[in-house]
Nanobody, 122 residues
Framework: VQLQASGGGLVQAGDSLRLSCAASGRTDRRYVMGWFRQAPGKEREFVAGSTWSESTVLYADSVKGRFTISRDNARNVVYLQLDSLKPEDTAVYYC????????????????WGQGTLVTVSS
């Protein structure tokens, strides 16, 4: 499975972006899909995740109410809508797919995209 993330860019605080992650190859629409991010000098952290039916959706506290994850299983695409962006949201954002025991943990995500950079200026 290959994951291609896109949609990052340079924006100002308060702006919005929509990230996309397109899956190809031996995809399985039942995968849990997640978004993680890594800021310079920091560890990779969970942002949002969703089961295939979106029956379970989880967000990090730091983005709850501002970010929204959604999926288009017919097109094998997962989105992350980023609203009310803050400078502390600056990071490389990665999408991931797999069967994690915990949606918010990196363990169990078997496939990772290359990342897309989001930079938020103040």
């Amino acid at each position: 499975v290959q994951l291609q993330a896109s949609g990052g860019g340079l924006v100002q605080a308060g702006d919005s972006l929509r990230l996309s992650c397109a899956a190809s190859g031996r995809t399985d629409r039942r995968y849990v899909m997640g978004w993680f991010r890594q800021a310079p000098g920091k560890e990779r952290e969970f942002v949002a995740g969703s089961t295939w039916s979106e029956s379970t959706v989880l967000y990090a506290d730091s983005v709850k109410g501002r970010f929204t994850i959604s999926r288009d299983n017919a097109r094998n695409v997962v989105y992350l809508q980023l609203d009310s962006l803050k400078p502390e949201d600056t990071a490389v954002y990665y999408c991931a797919a797999g069967w994690p025991r915990k949606i918010g943990a990196t363990e169990g995500y078997n496939f990772w995209g290359q990342g897309t950079l989001v930079t938020v200026s103040s």
